[in-house]
């Protein structure tokens, strides 16, 4: 297994587009999670997946943005009508469960112009 | 008040030398967690606690659960030791993150 694989790495939008960002994690990890990170700062949390139900929402995820983990595999988070704001490293992790630790992604760099 | 905060932010320090970064935490919590952060963006886990101590190498990471606090150690420091260290903390379905402290080694 390769480990967390994240597409694209970078991404740069004009404001108002419509991006989406895949994660896929290593395959016998129930758990999914995404992450923002701004620069300078922690990651926060965004939503996470058990399989395919996704059992929690930050309110940082305003109806611009939505999450999928269809069967249970790869994960998208898609950003509408983006904002400048949105400008931030996107990360995925995943995990067996919440006793276990996390294998991160190398994270989608997007940059809103 | 952020529930998870580092100390220093900002660290550097000769080659050589005893690190030490520092975890305080307001929450309750089913593990901590160490993380190293390049250049670049990749995280990287180093330790998960939930008592005690770990050693791995040169880092050692320690936690104290009565006073929610938590270091992390590295010993003969070295320049590739540079990067980002994260304290995180298991809360307990997700991960609540410090905001880093950026180490640099110098030769």
């Known amino acids: 297994d390769t480990g967390v694989s994240q597409d694209p790495r970078h991404k740069i939008t004009k404001r108002g587009q419509n991006v989406t960002f895949r994660c896929d994690p290593i395959?016998?990890?129930?758990?999914l999670y995404w992450y923002r990170q701004t620069l300078g700062q922690g990651p926060e949390f965004l939503t996470y997946?058990?399989?395919?139900?996704?059992?929690?929402k930050s309110r940082l995820l305003s109806d611009r943005f939505s999450a999928e983990r269809p069967k249970g595999s790869f994960s998208t988070l898609e950003i509408q009508r983006t904002e400048q704001g949105d400008s931030a490293m996107y990360l995925c992790?995943?995990?067996?469960?919440?006793?276990?630790?996390?294998?991160f992604g190398s994270g989608t760099r997007l940059t809103v112009v | 008040k952020n529930e998870v905060e580092q100390s220093p932010q900002n660290l550097t320090a000769q080659e050589g030398e005893f690190i030490t970064i520092n975890c305080s935490y307001s929450?309750?919590?089913?593990?901590l967690h160490w993380l190293q952060q390049h250049p670049g963006g990749g995280i990287v886990s180093l330790f998960m606690?939930?008592?005690g101590k770990k050693k791995h190498g040169r880092l050692i990471a320690t936690i104290n659960i009565q006073e929610k606090h938590s270091s992390l150690h590295i010993t003969a420091s070295h320049p590739r030791d540079s990067a980002v260290y994260i304290c995180?903390?298991?809360?307990?379905?997700?991960?609540?993150f410090g905001t880093g402290t950026r180490l640099q080694v110098f030769p």
């Open positions: 929450v309750g919590i089913s593990a």
């Open positions: 995180a903390v298991s809360a307990p379905d997700k991960l609540i």
């Open positions: 997946f058990q399989n395919e139900a996704q059992l929690e």
């Open positions: 395959s016998e990890h129930n758990r």
């Open positions: 992790a995943s995990s067996r469960d919440s006793n276990y630790g996390y294998t």
């Open positions: 606690l939930s008592s």
